[in-house]
DNA sequence: TCGTCACGTGACGATTCGTCATTATAAACT
DNA sequence: AGTTTATAATGACGAATCGTCACGTGACGA
């Protein structure tokens, strides 16, 4: 009754192969230049097949965007369990964040890209779901911190301000720094900005502005910094050491 | 010896034009639909006339983004006119800049695609140089203000502290902001997050964390937003009352 | 009036997207 | 084993769009 039948799951694998495989031509090109027809040609697979996972190049991009998120996710989860403060915790997310920035920039460049409306426009409607479930773990990381933030007294919400303001604030602020300094080129440069200096800067002074303690001037956080980059993601550092755009500390 | 030329003059004003026709396309439709056979069919002009003055899709949007910038900047210089504090003047701009957003929806989401790698790659040197100083002018005109309160000793530079950084962590905070709630189609909301709420907040946050005299806890900034909207930008606030996208004050 | 040369034009080749008619294939049945 | 059958895979194709370039046009000087 049921002839040549390919079960869900080879479905799913065969859809995360095939996001693999895109995600490698990123890495030499870029995702303004990978097209559908390079991608069938680097695929063991033809167009009609891969149609039938993406609905559109864009659908594809969000797909990749939602693939790199859960790795960020991963790390978050690395990053949570760094034995300190909470605002300690909320760094390392940062410091993790920056380090798989600083290791897929091609990659990073999907993600940024995956914000424009076009790419919202013409994906499925189930990828716009998984793709805000995708930030939403994200950002219900964050939220798990807060609220041991609250817990713990190191944090007091102001009283006129919703919980995920908390988070949206502080992610925010780590996205404009992102998506400013490396959305320039090489060929412009944003005045000497440098993307881990200032987005430490902005997490700092978003959580100073909470008055999320300890405060900046009652700890160097500089110093967490690197404990945190070296307890955690000392292999890491190591690969972006040999890629040759090591990790900047202050 | 030079028959049928064209002045620079006319030269220029003729790409003013042409932007013009295409930010009126991009009212109705999008940034992404927005294609050059559609300009070359609204605009008195052929395709290879347009090329003349762009030497690609990008490159035109590039030079859309410009020119919305240059409207961004006469409203901050606008807002900078508020007789108050200098975080009062800050606050203006905030103000101005979220009105400019509200106003042309359309092309903001121009302002933001033109941030993405492949316009960069795709337009001419000239354009980027432009955009950079266009970019530079409104970095500037934050710079000046935070001159300013730098000298009057409402703010403290940090002493392992650029001066550039500042207007970078106040900017890319609010770039953040805009970036991640217009970025999202009205099919998706970002929880229930506010363009405007959380723009202010973020600014708070930050000026809060450089210590910015008045502290957001020793005056109330909601009533000193209301009052820059009513005295500088009543005009705006009744036309965006018109399009049945009110302002929202706290 | 005519020649010249910069400017304007839009047809065209080249890409790329997404579809769909056709072919291949594995399971079920005889 | 051979036949049937429904589903999966394929890639040729039409449509859309980009950017170019060979040709047309017209203002000005001679």
Redesign the interface.
């Known amino acids: 009754m049921s002839p040549r039948t390919i079960t869900d799951k080879e479905f799913a694998q065969r859809e995360i192969e095939i996001i693999e495989i895109a995600r490698g031509l990123i890495e030499f090109e870029?995702?303004?230049t990978l097209t559908i027809d390079k991608l069938v040609a680097a695929a063991p697979y033809s167009k009609g097949t891969i149609y039938k996972h993406f609905i559109s190049k864009e659908d594809l991009f969000l797909a990749i965007c939602n693939t790199c998120m859960s790795e960020i996710k991963e790390l978050f989860i690395r990053a949570l369990a760094f034995n300190g403060s909470s605002r300690d915790r909320l760094e390392a997310i940062m410091v993790s964040y920056l380090i798989w920035a600083k290791l897929h920039p091609a990659q990073l460049?999907a993600v940024?890209?995956a914000?424009?409306?076009?790419v919202?426009?013409c994906s499925s409607d189930n990828r716009?779901?998984e793709h805000?479930q995708c930030?939403h773990q994200l950002m219900e990381l964050i939220g798990v911190e807060i609220n041991l933030a609250i817990n713990t007294g190191d944090l007091t919400l102001p009283p006129?301000?919703?919980f995920?303001?908390v988070t949206?604030?502080y992610?925010?602020?780590?996205?404009?720094?992102m998506?400013?300094i490396m959305?320039?080129?090489e060929?412009?440069k944003?005045?000497?900005?440098v993307l881990e200096?200032?987005s430490f800067?902005?997490s700092?002074?978003?959580?100073?502005?909470?008055g999320w303690k300890p405060l900046s001037n009652e700890k160097d956080y500089n110093q967490t910094v690197r404990k945190i980059a070296h307890e955690i993601f000392q292999p890491e550092l190591d690969t972006l050491l040999k890629m040759g755009t090591p990790f900047i500390f202050?």
């Open positions: 870029c995702i303004t460049f940024l890209t914000h424009s409306p076009s919202t426009a716009l779901i805000n930030e006129d301000m919703l995920e303001q949206f604030a992610w925010s602020a780590a996205w404009g720094a998506a400013l959305s320039k080129g060929s412009i944003l005045e000497p900005m200096r200032e800067t902005n700092r002074l978003i959580l100073d502005g909470f202050n």
